[in-house]
């Protein structure tokens, strides 16, 4: 059993939030969407990667944001993740610039730029400090092993440093990321510097419904809602949202080989309530190097209700 997020905030002081407890650090676009806001079913590989090292959900952090029409800030201090056999000795700063240059009735324009240091990375007692990066293909069919995968390294410090955009025209959203990861890898007496990198680059277009709309507080995109204000079969039918999707994940440096990904992805979501998502999604998707190189389709069907 374990807590999966509690935190305190608190609002006295406009425009900062203080919040500290077990939850979600600012970091990333796609990583601060959340799950049931995705476009996919899966986030890119390198946005999982990247938000495993010190930020994503469970964490342990404080944090400082300030947030509004035009922007989105925030910095944290951040441990392990919370629940049995975890390390909580990790410590890390994390942080996240966001800016909306243009923001008109049709159109609107994102950049950031997010970061993040592990300066004391985990370790259990009697071992050295380590890390692994791993992933499932951006749609987890149950799988038992992870196909990009550098196995476990013992490292001095780690970090990854990544910009971010997005532009959104009436119905239409575009939105990538790029991020490159650096590790200091520990060898007796002296370290190896490993530098490992992925991208992503999305469509998505609201066929039916009110279009996706940015929100400050976490700097990312909301579902497709009715502009109705409906709870169920907007239109008659309900919301539908079609997007594309193109991503690349490297974890090949030096000594190590975790593989190099490549997916190409299709989605088509449908809301028949604005509780309940179905989702319908097309990958294939190839990987070179790492401990089993493959090629792979699969299609993957959810249903997911959000409370």
Excluded at 47 to 56: F, K, L, Q, V
Aim: hydrophobic share 40%.
């Amino acid at each position: 059993m374990r807590l999966f997020e509690g935190q305190i905030s608190y609002i006295g002081i406009k425009p900062f939030v203080f919040t500290v407890g077990i939850f979600k650090p600012s970091f990333g676009l796609e990583s601060m969407q959340a799950q049931g806001d995705t476009a996919f079913i899966e986030r890119s590989s390198i946005s999982t990667i990247t938000r495993n090292i010190a930020a994503g959900i469970e964490r342990q952090a404080v944090q400082i944001e300030a947030h509004g029409k035009r922007y989105h800030l925030a910095i944290s201090g951040t441990a392990g993740t919370a629940g049995p056999g975890k390390n909580g000795n990790q410590r890390a700063v994390v942080f996240r610039l966001v800016g909306v240059p243009i923001r008109t009735r049709d159109l609107f324009f994102h950049v950031g730029f997010s970061g993040e240091w592990v300066f004391k990375v985990a370790h259990g007692r009697g071992q050295e400090p380590a890390a692994t990066f791993s992933d499932y293909p951006e749609m987890n069919v149950g799988l038992t092993s992870k196909y990009l995968n550098t196995g476990e390294i013992n490292l001095r410090s780690v970090g990854a440093f990544g910009l971010e955009a997005a532009a959104a025209w009436k119905r239409l959203l575009l939105q990538g990321e790029a991020y490159e990861i650096i590790a200091n890898k520990e060898i007796e007496n002296t370290s190896q510097k490993l530098h490992f990198s992925g991208w992503y680059a999305q469509a998505s277009y609201t066929l039916v419904g009110k279009p996706r709309s940015w929100k400050s507080r976490t700097g990312a995109f909301s579902s497709p809602t009715c502009a109705k204000n409906q709870n169920y079969l907007c239109n008659g039918i309900g919301l539908i949202e079609a997007s594309a999707r193109y991503s690349e994940a490297n974890l090949r440096s030096a000594s190590v080989d975790g593989g190099q990904q490549k997916a190409w992805s299709a989605n088509l979501n449908w809301w028949p309530m604005d509780i309940l998502k179905v989702a319908l999604q097309y990958e294939y998707g190839t990987i070179k190097g790492g401990r089993i190189p493959e090629n792979f389709h699969a299609v993957l069907s959810m249903v997911q209700i959000k409370f």
